[in-house]
């Protein structure tokens, strides 16, 4: 009888380790609704997680709404990856239908925020959530990112810090190649006049003054007031270019420049990443950041 | 000398006319040398006080070290010493200046490059980076 029970217990405990075991080289299920988040749990996680993107590059975070079948796929996900600082005005919507057991990370709301007037005119201000077009905040968010996964998979720690130390070397590197692009330009010509208002915390980074036509989401429309202040700006300090922006209308940019004689540069990449070279971050930021330097020059 | 003393007043005064403007003409071309050749001293003068003068330290020898302003090379030298001062040709506006350097490095590990920069109005600046191998940094002055 003893020895039949031994052996039941240890048939017992083989398999809550085989189960064990087979758990964890399960890989993390991730679902990302930003595209720059979707980049960074691929590079942070690799093999070891399988990452559900539902923000479709070039697509318009401010306006985006999820489908029942994204909530379904976030529903069984091990965590669900926000850029936050407001910009998913879903977040609600998404916590009921995902329940307590799945953690939602709201990345953006551990970085140090810049405020964003909401309205022209008004004094009310909010957290600017265009975060990522500061390459700190990006190493700050692949930090952020590392410690999630480490703490859901302990057993994989050493994998993902090898892997966000290997990408936080990368993204290095290309901030010392925009600070040295944008070294190009002389002081007094950082005047970056965009669609909407997305670049401030790209502005802190690199020393440029932001004039933006909208607000800050691209849906914004102008008042005349406004733009009359810009295209007294625009006179005034001399500005060379104007910049349109992925997801914005560019028809005000284009009656700014045929009263000013500043030209429409090339598009921006405001709101996430965008497609073809720009379809992963260091393309999206090298993009912009030649964009405005060529331009500006 | 014969004829109407009205001709020969009148030949008087064409010869000397005829001397007399190109003397005038050689004086003015002396003039315009003396006033440019003036001008050019002051200009010289003028761009030598735009200069910025920069110091530099190295806490290790480099192979080459250039400084870039505005995407152009404006100081490059191959084996600098450990101690190097230059005048950069950088006029300096009020917004102030970032000097992009490079410098490649003898060896491995963690070395530091100092710059001290004098602006002509005498302002001094002094700035230190770091790196790890070779050295690329935009510095900026102020």
Known sequence: MRFTMAVFALQAVGLGMFSFSTLAQEPLKVSSFSTVLTEIAEQVGGAKVQVSSHVAPGVDPHEYEPKPGVLKVASSADVVLLSAKHLEGFVGKLQQVVGPNVHMLAVGDRIPSLLIKTEAGTLERVDDPHWWHSVENMQKAVRIVRDEFSKLRPESRSYYEANAQKYGKELGELKEWALGKVAELPRDRRKLVTSHEAFQYFAKEYGFTIYSVEGLTPSDQPSSRKVAELLSIIRAQKVKAVFSQDSANPKVLKQITAETGAILGPSLWADGLGTGDAGTYSGMFRHNVNAIVGGLK | ?142
């Open chain 2, 1 to 142: 000398m014969k004829g109407s003393p009205l001709v020969r007043a009148v030949v008087v005064f064409l010869v000397i006319l005829s001397l007399g403007w190109p003397l005038y003409h050689l004086s003015k071309l002396e003039e315009q040398k003396v006033a440019t050749a003036e001008a050019e001293t002051k200009q010289q003068v003028s761009a030598e006080a735009q200069l910025l003068e920069l110091e530099l330290s190295f806490t290790r020898e480099a192979k080459a070290f250039e400084i870039r302003h505005l995407g152009n090379v404006v100081w490059r030298k191959e084996a600098p010493g450990l101690q190097e001062s230059t005048r950069l040709p950088i006029v300096f506006p009020k917004e102030g200046v970032e000097l992009q350097i490079r410098a490649e490095l003898e060896g491995s590990g963690l070395s530091a490059i100092r710059c001290r920069l004098t602006t002509p109005q005498g302002d001094e600046y002094e700035r230190s980076v770091w790196g790890d191998g070779n050295i690329n940094a935009v510095i900026p002055f102020p």
